[in-house]
């Protein structure tokens, strides 16, 4: 854990030189060739991980930067190269983890270093070659295009401009006509839209599909599991995941629809109605930015004087928050980091819901678990695969529960109530975006239009009763246009539902002791992802998602906790 790390500001990567940088992997790799023994290696990964440190943070700043504000040529720029860069730099690296695959020593480092580093390399190992090199710089374009065009977004509502995070308050507005007309806006602009937003797929699937025929997979399914590390779990573990979703979740949040139903006091609920909990509408911060920092701080050094209240304290102090949304500034939320400082960044675009509390629970989590495990020998070892990851991110979220007064004041115990159900009827809306994917990458010469009819198909399968109206983008099965993980990275989000199945035993375990579940808690975080998925969920004496068969209880629980 770093204590004294410099600031933000002071952070500088200079553009990596690839001829150079090249000739020192060249390099890395003749000494590998002559160490005999794993000691002799092990001094060597200290080499290897000083210039994947070093690459990694110039690869972040420059990401970030893009992110803090997409229409600066000069971020544009650099992030076009990067687009080039990274993935010349992913083949210098496949080079690494080939030799020490395939090292003769091997045996008595994966001994020394644990096997979860060689399941992640064969992966790593598996989707990298120089054949598919242009297509992957193809798909980093592409995936940049898709985040400038949702940062674009201009919608006039109530007299003024506004983009997807400014819309966000209105579209989950107290007043149903003000919410069904910022759906209609929003509505406007996905219609002049529609056709971007499936070429570019289109593109996606077919360059997708291409790199994986060329490296020998069925599909791109297969691959898309290689390239997000899902080492240890496979497609026929997440088809029992989506049968427990289907048979203990979906009948369960149609109760839970119809309640809301019923709060809202409407006799059919809308799409535009489904994230609003009452008349009076969702809780609120009662503060801006500054005033949820000063709360933020309280509360994680009550939870943690140790280390959550020190290090919140870091990252708000030395400029690793960047919280306010501006024009041109990228949406969403995320925790990014540096490697060579071993610090966490967290980017979110406040807007006055109650979401903007969630960002201090959720992305926190991420960077507390980073910070925990920043220093780990592997960096392979920091960052767990992002199943594991949401875990400490959405886990947190119910940890903070307690907290929430600071936040909500009088309407805290709302926010939680919300809170718990959303998570709940999260899982199906989370699967089917999976499920989705791969009916698309299954038949990837489909047209744009059979692919809105599969994505109907995955809304009344996992979301029965949902009804658009006449929000035209939505009634054509274009919802998941609007979810950046299907185009930036294919196969992510199934990863958000399988760590919330573990984040809702960690509510049960806070309601219980909280003291413990805290300590549970950062003893995961520590282990950062040397081991995957179902060992770090074992290792925390909680029951993997994957193995079904505990979301009966979860269920039982929650009707108890929700009174139902
Ligand atoms: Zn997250």
């Known amino acids: ?86 993935p010349e730099f992913t083949l ?140 240890g779990d496979g497609q026929r573990d997440v088809e029992v995941w989506r049968k427990e979703v289907l048979e203990h979740i979906v009948p369960f949040a149609r109760e839970l629809r119809a309640q809301q139903a019923e709060e809202l006091e409407v006799e059919r609920l809308m799409a535009w109605d489904r994230e609003v909990h009452g008349l009076q509408g969702n809780p609120t911060p009662k503060g801006g930015v500054d005033w949820m920092i000063a709360r933020a701080t309280e509360m994680f050094d009550e939870i943690d004087t140790q280390e959550m209240g020190p290090l919140f304290r870091l990252l708000s102090e030395r400029g690793y928050l960047d919280l306010e949304t501006r024009p041109g500034k990228s949406g969403g939320g995320f925790c990014t980091a540096f490697a060579t400082q071993n610090m966490p960044y967290v980017f979110a675009n406040f807007n006055g819901t109650k979401h903007d509390a969630e960002v201090f629970t959720h992305e926190i989590g991420h960077a507390f678990q980073y910070w925990k495990a920043a220093d780990k020998e592997l960096m392979d070892y920091t960052w767990p695969t992002l199943e594991s990851a949401e875990i400490h991110s959405m886990s947190l979220e119910f940890l903070t529960w307690p907290h929430m007064e600071k936040f909500f004041g009088e309407d805290a115990e709302r926010f939680r109530r919300i809170h718990l159900i959303e998570s709940l009827t999260f899982l199906p809306y989370g699967v089917a975006v999976d499920h989705f994917q791969h009916l698309v990458y299954e038949n990837p010469d489909a047209t744009p239009a059979e692919r809105l009819e599969m994505w109907r198909e995955m809304e009344r399968t996992y979301m029965p009763g949902l009804d658009w109206g006449d929000i035209g983008y939505g009634a054509q099965g274009r919802r998941w246009q609007l979810q950046g993980h299907i185009y930036g990275v294919p196969f992510y989000y199934i990863d958000y539902t399988l760590a919330q199945a573990v984040a809702l035993q960690f509510w049960v375990m806070n309601t219980k002791d909280s003291e413990h579940a805290i300590q549970v808690y950062k003893d995961l975080c520590a282990r950062g992802g040397s081991a995957p998925f179902q060992e770090l969920v074992d290792s925390a004496g909680l029951v993997s998602p994957l193995r079904g068969g505990f979301l009966g209880e979860v269920v039982a629980q929650a009707r108890v906790a929700l009174g139902l």
């Open 1 to 86: 854990m770093n204590l004294d790390p410099r600031s933000f500001q002071d952070i500088h990567a200079a553009t990596p030189d690839m001829d150079a940088l090249s000739a020192s992997y060249t390099q890395l790799l003749a000494s590998m060739g002559q160490a005999q023994d794993a000691g002799a290696l092990r001094e060597l990964l200290g080499t290897w991980s000083t210039m994947r440190r070093a690459f990694s943070t110039w690869s972040a700043l420059v990401s970030l930067r893009y992110s803090q504000d997409t229409t600066h040529e000069g971020h544009k720029e650099a992030q076009a190269q990067a687009d080039v860069l990274r």
């Open 92 to 231: 210098l690296e496949a080079s690494v983890k080939r030799a020490l695959l395939a090292h003769p020593a091997r045996a008595a480092l994966e001994a020394d270093l644990g096997p979860q580093a060689f399941e992640l390399w064969g992966a790593d190992e598996r989707v990298v070659s120089a054949q598919t090199q242009a297509l992957l710089v193809r798909e980093n374009t592409l995936s940049s295009s898709y985040t400038k065009l949702l940062a674009s977004v201009r919608v006039e509502f109530d007299g003024e401009a506004r983009n997807l995070s400014t819309l966000r308050p209105f579209l989950t507005a107290a007043g149903r006509q003000t919410r069904h007309d910022a759906y209609h806006a929003l509505g406007g602009w996905m219609g002049e839209h529609a056709e971007q937003l499936d070429t570019l797929y289109t593109e996606l699937v077919e360059i997708r599909d291409q790199m994986a025929t060329t490296l020998g997979y069925s599909d791109y399914v297969a691959m898309g599991y290689d390239r997000r590390r899902r080492v």
